[in-house]
């Protein structure tokens, strides 16, 4: 058969490599991001009976009415705005999808899109399919920090978007409202539209706020904010997010969501909607729940050669193994995978060009007895290890 890929370089993701490598050594997966504890019952039972009830036909293409006024509703609580659930959301398969469709809809060929690295690693193969381009602007650890200069100097009469995520996977930085600023000044009056991924809307620690582009004057009218419900019901199996944005841009972003998945598992809909119109504040305990595991594996870690770095927000930890080895961060996660029996996420793959950095992600979104477990074989490891 001949034909040419449109994605030759692009591989399996560091996410699959590595959870299947951990399937293949018997090691622990404390790499990519999924709880290993049950969702609420109370969840599991609104899918039982909603399934019932008989929703098993196809949903609205934008998604069920009464869980887009519950995120309508919610989404004001959070963020002071109200927000038209008609025109305004739609339900997709997960983030995954509204970012996909948000590309689509405005990036077109010779397009250019603005990400920052470390980038989750689907904005970039979204922009190419979409025949665009990617400009990767690298953020450097331990701060991770845009320079808004430096972006400014980046955009040029081809950009057409610029995809931020805060808080952020992998470096679990935030981003601050003085960030959304410097952002809204760079795009005024210019045909620059925001991907804004906020699936770890709720999990931010010690305090800090989430700034949103909902909650911004100027770039809530030219964003798309993404959500994930995998993230706030402990579900990430059920594949439920949702996009945000204003009339002219859902429009847009609908148009590809309808011939993408059409429409998002209705039952799944039903049961979330039932779900929160029982716990409408379910998101409200979230940070506390992760900043309480993101204490413990840092504690258990701290002085052992896995050196936690201080993390902002996500339900991630960045460790640095820079005073055990300095090998690469593949070949080190390898190593771990096979000799202590530990599957973690390396850095550079996020990275266009990786700075020289020795950082490996942990999952937080564990039992603490997993924790536990991965910190001693952790311990274990960097004890017949330690430099000197
Ligand atoms: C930064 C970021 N964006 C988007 C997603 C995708 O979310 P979903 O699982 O709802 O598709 C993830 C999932 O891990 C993520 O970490």
């Known amino acids: 058969m001949r034909f040419s890929s449109k994605l030759p370089d692009v591989g399996t993701t560091i996410f699959t490599v590595m959870s299947r490598r951990a399937v293949e050594e018997g090691a622990l997966n404390i790499g990519q991001g999924f709880p290993d504890y049950p969702i609420d019952p109370r969840l599991s039972e609104a899918l039982t009976e909603v399934i019932a009830e008989g929703r098993n036909q196809y949903a609205p293409m934008e998604g069920v009415v009464e869980l887009r006024e519950r995120i309508a509703a919610k989404l004001e609580r959070s963020y002071g705005r109200p927000i038209d659930p008609h025109g305004e959301i739609t339900v997709t398969c997960g983030g995954t999808e509204a970012l996909y469709d948000a590309v689509q809809a405005v990036v077109g060929p010779g397009d250019e899109a603005i990400i920052f690295d470390p980038a989750y690693d689907v904005y970039e ?4 399919l979409a025949g665009g381009r990617c400009i990767r602007i690298a953020l450097t650890p331990p701060a991770f920090g845009v320079d808004w200069d430096d972006v400014r100097r980046t955009v040029t009469d081809r950009t057409r978007l610029i995809i931020i995520n805060s808080p952020q996977n992998p470096s679990c930085t935030v981003l601050s409202t003085e960030d959304l600023d410097a952002l809204a000044a760079l795009i005024r009056d210019r045909p620059i539209t925001v991907l804004s991924d906020e699936v770890y809307e709720h999990v931010l620690y010690d305090g800090r706020r989430h700034a949103s582009v909902l909650a911004h004057p100027e770039l809530r009218d030219v964003s798309f904010a993404v959500f994930s419900f995998g993230k706030t019901l402990h579900a990430t199996g059920w594949r439920i997010g949702y996009c945000v944005a204003p009339p002219a841009l859902t429009r847009e972003l609908r148009k590809v969501h309808q011939f993408n998945t059409f429409s998002i ?3 799944l809909q039903y049961a979330i909607s039932r779900y929160l119109a029982a716990k409408p504040e379910v998101a409200g305990g979230l940070a506390a729940f992760f900043q309480a ?29 820079g005073a055990l080895s300095a090998e690469n961060d593949m070949d080190f996660a390898d190593r771990l995978i096979r000799e202590a029996k530990i599957a ?12 020289p950095m020795t950082l490996l992600r942990l999952c937080i979104a564990k039992q603490d007895a997993t924790l536990a477990s991965a910190a001693e074989r952790l311990r274990a490891f960097a004890a017949k290890h330690a430099r000197g």
């Not at 193969?125 to 190419?128: G, K, N």
């Not at 973690?344 to 700075?355: D, G, Q, R, V």
């Open 125 to 128: 193969p979204a922009v190419r």
């Open 293 to 321: 595991k993101r204490d413990l594996l840092a504690g258990l870690l701290r002085g052992s050669g896995f050196e936690p770095v201080p993390a902002a927000g996500t339900y991630f930890q960045l460790v640095d193994y």
């Open 265 to 267: 598992v209705s039952p």
């Open 344 to 355: 973690t996420i390396p850095l550079s793959p996020f990275y266009a060009a990786p700075p």
